[in-house]
């Protein structure tokens, strides 16, 4: 497609379970990121990969999230065992290669978690 | 730490009005330079970027920001809003060429027609 792609647009799940949230970048973009927005805040960064590879995983806040990327295309964020303070909307972009280039991002995955 | 403050955080002008949004970063390097943009139900679009040169940068939509190296300084300006300007503005920061953005918390701004 033209843009970021990212699904699902919303996502409501109860507390405790496990969610995937997908992001389908632009084609032959290197590089991808996943931020997390909470209301009346900026994008947070979560994690970035060149290629297949995660380059900085510094801004996953525990060890319940996890991604992967592993044809270095789509990415899928993981968490795992969902709480209440996880409910936020989970930004992806992408870029031609890391630093010194726009990114481009999607819609967002809106997260429930009740 | 490496850190972007926007200094206000709602903004509301009548349409013709002059525009300056703040931005400030703290120092951690050689920086790359952006201002965003979100519309009502849209996603985050760029608006300008800077990168080296000219510290004077154009974007779209009649936007321009100036970097300002010794007073860590990025502002976003326009000489005259209209009601669809009505958004909010984010500004971020990549550092050392570094691949992640680090964005300032956001500026709403509602244009009054």
């Known amino acids: 497609g033209a843009g970021v792609s990212q699904t699902p647009s919303n996502k409501v799940t109860e507390k405790g379970k496990y969610v995937e949230l997908r992001c389908d970048p632009i084609s032959g973009h290197t590089a991808l990121y996943w931020y997390r927005q909470s209301l009346g805040q900026g994008p947070e960064f979560l994690i970035y990969f060149q290629g297949t590879g995660a380059a900085d995983d510094s801004g996953l806040p525990n060890d319940r999230f996890f991604a992967v990327r592993p044809e270095g295309s789509v990415s899928t964020l993981k968490i795992q065992r969902t709480e209440r303070g996880d409910s936020a909307v989970y930004l992806c972009?992408?870029?031609?290669?890391?630093?010194?280039?726009?990114?481009?991002f999607g819609q967002g995955t809106r997260l429930t978690v009740v | 730490a490496q850190s972007v403050s926007q200094h206000n955080h709602h903004v509301i002008l009548s349409e013709a009005a002059s525009l300056e949004l703040g931005c400030n970063y703290s120092y951690g390097g050689t920086v790359n330079l952006f201002w965003y943009v979100q519309y009502p139900g849209q996603h985050l679009q760029l608006l300008l970027k800077y990168f080296s040169g000219d510290p004077l940068v154009k974007g779209i939509k009649g936007f321009e920001a100036e970097f300002i190296k010794s007073k860590f300084s990025f502002n976003l300006r326009k000489p005259s809003v209209q009601w669809s300007d009505t958004a909010e503005y984010f500004c971020a920061v990549n550092y050392n060429q570094g691949g992640k953005l680090i964005f300032g918390q956001g500026t709403e701004l509602s244009v009054k027609p």
């Open positions: 972009a992408s870029s031609l290669r890391q630093g010194g280039t726009e990114a481009f």
